[in-house]
């Protein structure tokens, strides 16, 4: 059999890019057969000369035939290349030449792309910023880069260029880049990070300060996915992607290559691509694909990590037993040795001590008859551990560069000796001896120093133990930091696969966009290329999903959702995979309660117990079936499948535990149930697992009933309980049965009742109403129970309507409209006179009032309207007729909006009528905390359109998708932010950061709340500003651009006319014409 050829690699840093270059490295490895052995040390530039000689002879014991290295000293470099190992440097070096050694080039040729690139793009004059390299102790300082920048720009004199150096750690650089920054006059035209996280960190760095301006490039280097993706969203303009993946596979190949004792080039080219945003989304899609492979070697890759620790820390608590147990010291000495023989694999162990007087080491061991003593004069591997204060690991003595042969061992090639400590002070060593080399890790040694130290402070035990958990923590939170890179790689990732998705699913609708029928062939491969992304789609999501969970990031946006169509849509969207040889059934009631949920996650919680069921089902049925079990919807799906072995049972919701079926393959990477799990936990409810092997499994799910107050709820254990039916008649059937089912009472409450005595006679457990013949009376009742806290903390039972052809369900109305249109037209059809209160308008411009009156109109035809021109004059209304909603200005003479909605929140038959704020007043953060009640949204004058305001007001009406008060008070502080900073740049992450939540959740309840997005209201109120300055100043339109945060007139001119029509300077005259005619 042919010798395999045996590789090193040492790759001293983990960012983005080496990773993916560690992974072409590894992947390339694999294809040759070759043997990748890791060198585990960072920064061998730090090392003195002695620890050199270490390396070199570690190195040199791996019998490798090539080496892969990242950053090495000049000196090691030689001699390693004087004992015949090539040497493939994977950074730039222009120190060594030796005809066995071979290193990169190129990135002179990529950064000269991008300065090319960057002098096109300004017509050759500018000034250009350059951040990064020239700093800390990497191979690459960017000396290349640098040099490339500045040979363009001598050809080019009206180009400037300043250079900021910095480390390439973002974390560590960001200070010394703040600082450099604050010294900076003028703006840049562009900014050049020497790195991709280095371009980002600038920009924001500089946006902040009015040193860049917003239509500054930002440009950088390696292609990383954040920066393609701040390419796709407009925030940088080009990066230079230096493939890191084939990168890594050049170097292998190029080491195999001198492996096989063919000659190596000096140097090799560095592939490259200019990104922009032209080319972004296709780049995006291939890093996609390539970092897709990273999971399986992410996810689990310090397992062997935590095996070396646990099996330190169980050595450990063997000695300690022993030291606790074993008096005598040679048989303490005699154990002890035993037990760190058997546990690291070495032919001898034995211990010295130091004498008294500190000039000797006392062999003090049971195998021989005799000690031996050693003058620490002598030079050699004992005098240099007690010296140094360190262990010292020699992989060959027959071959060291440090230590002669040990004429008292002469047949030891492995050794490592590791100083017994108490209190700091060496007093002895433990000596560990084998007649094989043997490699070892830093971590191997830190073991063994952590063993050689409990020998001379037993008193130290439990710190060692707590060290030992520490460490197994510390590599948890790499796995941890792992899952969290590849979620962010996911999530901005996601986009351009999704467009892809989009394309093919357009190119295989029947009438495609090229007008023209595809070949059967074209048609297969866009199916295959559809489905494959799809499936990666699934992975990605559920990959990010887990991700989020395992670090408590996974969001829920509930609605309340009429359980019986839901469940009816999932189950006839999953019904099509069914084959002839299993049947799938729907089993539910005629009705079911509505329930507050998820409803994208609750999909996916049933399409992935759906999924597993069909997946282990080949006959028989599959069922998903769903009842009232008080206080939970029991919803559970069936299957006659292979069922679970009881072994698997229990770990069945862990992460990546999958099913092996008799012959059946393994399928998945068993995440569908860990995900499920954790989603059921956040709706508040329970997940359990009925299987027997061979006759199939049932997954059954609890998901709590709402309550009106909003809150989870708990059926009480103690006496007899009753059901209070909200019903003009006899209550339905269904609430008949659920009665009878939970033996229960049934009592009829109506709306003349006297809760407390209602309270107190019946003892409620639970809520039920049926809306299918709701009128006045009840909504009047519904007011006062979500008024009185006995009753709106009990379980909720909405039933809507029956289905019926020709029927508007009030629950599909109320609680999960699909659009505007459709919401408009279905509250035109539910809000009769009959049930129907009126609109109150409060607000004392009377040209404001008749607008608000108009709309309200329209909107709300079956509402009457009530206006009132001040405050007193809206709580004279309120004391007189409860309202369905209340428009309402704040600033207002003598009585003002803030004391009119403190009187309604104080006010039982008014605390929960809906409010929206409609006012030109400038929010502060005090105002936020006054403003803070249920269901009270905050609208800025002259920001939305008619048509807006409409479907705000329609949404506060029905409360259909309201936020509770501590989530609509984060929306209503960045509203009272951009009110205080407008005259600025304010970026979302800058808002997010003062409110403290993730942009993503932020724009998410911005636009649930307020109907547009964060960005637009920026954009709309800084206008209406504008306008507001036009009209009243007689300052410049560059003047008002600065004062409302446009840096540059031009971008403001273009924002102007994109919400008001025509220019700043046409606006003026409009205004001044009008004024003239009036």
Same mark, same amino acid.
């Given at each position: ?30 294809? *040759? ?154 703006? %840049? ?34 292609? /990383? ?7 796709? /969203? ?58 897709? $492979? ?69 062999? /003090? ?191 829920? %946006? ?48 049933? %399409? ?36 679970? !072995? ?99 009472? =049934? ?101 404001? $009032? ?10 709300? !035809? ?25 428009? =309402? ?10 004391? *009119? ?21 400038? =929010?502060?953060?005090?105002? *936020? ?76 309840? %911005? ?72």
């Amino acid at each position: 059999m042919a010798k395999q050829c045996r590789i090193g690699l040492q790759i001293g840093s983990s960012d983005d890019f080496w990773v993916q270059v560690g992974e072409g490295i590894y992947t390339r490895a694999d294809e *040759v057969g070759a043997v990748l052995v890791p060198i585990d040390i960072e920064h061998p530039i730090l090392l003195v000369a002695d620890q050199q000689l270490g390396l070199i002879d570690s190195i040199l014991a791996l019998e490798l035939d090539a080496l892969v290295a990242w950053d090495l000293p000049p000196n090691v470099a030689y001699m390693l290349l004087d004992h015949g190992l090539p040497i493939v440097h994977i950074n730039e070096t222009t120190h060594i030449q030796h005809r066995l050694f071979c290193s990169e080039t190129g990135l002179y040729n990529c950064s000269r792309t991008l300065t090319e690139y960057l002098l096109n793009e300004l017509s050759g004059r500018g000034r250009l910023l350059i951040v990064g390299g020239m700093r800390g102790l990497a191979a690459d300082d960017g000396r290349s880069k640098l040099a490339a920048v500045y040979d363009l720009l001598h050809e080019h004199p009206d180009f400037k260029a300043q250079h900021i150096p910095c480390v390439w750690n973002v974390k560590e650089a960001a200070e010394d880049i703040a600082q450099a920054m604050a010294t900076l006059t003028g703006t %840049f035209d562009a900014v050049y990070g020497l790195s991709d996280p280095l371009a980002l960190l600038a920009r924001r760095i500089g946006r902040s300060i009015g040193l860049l301006r917003e239509d500054s490039l930002v440009v950088g280097v390696n292609g /990383d996915p954040l920066a393609l993706s701040a390419i796709l /969203d407009g925030h940088m303009a080009a990066t230079i992607d230096t493939l890191p993946t084939i990168y890594g596979k050049m170097a292998v190949d190029l080491a195999f290559q001198a492996a096989q004792g063919q000659p190596l080039p000096p140097h090799f080219v560095r592939k490259s691509q200019l990104v922009t945003r032209d080319n972004a989304a296709q780049v995006a899609v291939d890093k996609l694909m390539s970092i897709a $492979r990273l999971p399986a070697r992410l996810i689990g890759v310090n397992r062997e990590r935590e095996q070396q620790q646990m099996m330190q820390l169980e050595t450990s608590l063997q000695i300690n037993q022993q030291i606790s147990h074993i008096l005598d010291p040679q048989h303490l000495a005699h154990s002890i040795a035993d037990t760190i023989r058997t546990t690291y694999g070495y032919d001898r162990v034995q211990l010295f001590m130091l004498s008294d007087d500190g000039t000797q080491l006392i062999l /003090d061991r049971p195998y021989v008859p005799v000690f031996i003593r050693i003058p620490l004069t002598e030079v050699s591997i004992l005098s240099c551990a007690v010296q140094e204060n360190t262990a010292v690991f020699v992989p060959d003595m027959a071959h060291s560069h440090r230590f002669e042969p040990d004429p008292y061992w002469p047949s030891t090639r492995s050794r490592v000796v590791v100083p017994i400590r108490l209190g700091g002070s060496v007093t002895g060593l433990l000596d560990l001896h084998s007649q094989s080399i043997k490699h070892h890790s830093e971590q191997d040694l830190n073991g063994l120093r952590s063993l050689a130290d409990q020998l001379g402070i037993a008193i130290h035990n439990a710190d060692l133990y707590s060290e030992a958990m520490r460490a197994k923590a510390a590599a948890e939170k790499a796995d941890q930091l792992k899952t969290r890179l590849l979620a962010n790689v996911s999530h901005d990732l996601r986009t351009p696969l999704n467009v892809i998705l989009g394309y093919t699913q357009a190119a295989l609708a029947p009438t495609n966009p090229y007008g023209a029928a595809l070949p059967p062939a074209h048609i297969a491969d866009l199916q295959r290329i559809y489905q494959s992304g799809e499936h990666l789609v699934r992975l990605i999501n559920d990959l990010l999903d887990l991700s989020r969970a395992e670090i408590d990031e996974l969001d829920l %946006f509930p609605e309340v959702i009429d359980s019986h169509p839901f469940l009816t849509n999932v189950f006839e969207g999953m019904q099509s995979m069914a084959s002839a040889q299993v049947e799938w059934r729907l089993w539910l009631p005629n009705r079911l309660p509505a329930i507050q949920a998820d409803p994208v996650r609750l999909r996916q919680i049933l %399409f992935n117990l759906l999924s597993n069921a069909h997946k282990f089902t080949t006959t028989g049925t599959v069922v998903l079936g769903a009842d009232v079990l008080l206080p939970y919807l029991h919803i559970w799906v069936q299957d006659t499948g292979s069922g679970i !072995p009881v072994e698997v049972q229990e770990r069945i919701f862990e992460p990546f535990v999958t099913v092996e079926s008799g012959d059946k393959r393994r399928e998945g990477v068993g995440l569908g149930l860990a995900i499920t799990r954790h989603l059921v936990a956040l709706h508040g409810g329970d997940i359990s697992l009925e299987s027997t092997p061979g006759l199939g499994s049932t997954f059954h799910i609890y998901l709590p009933l709402p309550s009106l107050a909003g809150e989870q709820v708990e059926l009480s254990n103690s006496g007899k309980k009753s059901l209070l039916v909200i019903v003009k008649e006899s209550p339905p059937q269904e609430i008949v049965y659920l009665g009878q089912a939970q033996g229960w009472e =049934l009592h009829m409450l109506r709306h003349e009742d006297d809760l407390e005595k209602v309270i107190t006679r019946t003892r409620p457990a639970a809520l039920a109403w049926d809306v299918s013949n709701a009128g006045s009376d009840d909504w009047r009742l519904i007011q006062r129970i979500r008024s009185y806290a006995p009753l709106c903390r009990l379980p909720f039972i909405v039933y809507g309507y029956q289905k019926a052809e020709n029927t508007v369900s009030m629950t599909n109305v109320l609680l999960k409209p699909l659009s505007e249109t459709a919401l408009f037209d279905a509250l035109r059809a539910l809000h009769t006179e009959e049930n129907a209160g009126c609109i109150l308008i409060v607000d004392d411009d009377p040209q404001a $009032r008749d607008v608000y009156q108009r709309i309200v109109s329209s909107a709300l !035809p079956s509402h009457a309207v009530r206006l009132a021109a001040d405050g007193a004059e809206a709580i004279r209304i309120l004391q007189q007729d409860t309202p369905s909603l209340v428009l =309402l200005d704040l600033m207002m003479p003598t009585v003002d909006g803030f004391e *009119v909605l403190t009187y309604m929140r104080q006010t039982p038959q008014t605390r929960l009528v809906p409010v929206v704020v409609i006012s030109g007043k400038m =929010l502060t953060f005090e105002d *936020v905390k006054r403003l803070n009640y249920t269901h009270v949204t905050v609208q800025t004058k002259g920001i939305l359109t008619p048509a807006e305001i409409e479907a705000s007001l329609l949404q506060a009406l029905t409360g259909a998708t309201s936020l509770n008060p501590g989530t609509s008070e984060l929306v209503k502080s960045a509203v009272a932010y951009i009110h205080q900073n407008f005259d600025r740049s304010v970026s979302r992450t800058e808002i997010c950061e003062v409110i403290g939540v993730s942009k993503n959740y932020l724009s998410h309840i %911005f636009r649930q709340e307020l109907g547009i997005t964060l960005g637009e209201y920026i954009n709309r109120y800084r206008i209406e500003i504008a306008k507001s300055l036009l009209d009243t100043t007689s300052n410049s339109v560059t003047f008002i651009a600065n004062q409302v945060g446009f840096d540059d007139p031009a971008h403001f001119s273009r924002v102007f006319s994109k919400y008001a029509g025509c220019s700043p300077r046409g606006y003026r005259k409009q205004l001044s014409g009008r004024s003239e005619s009036e």
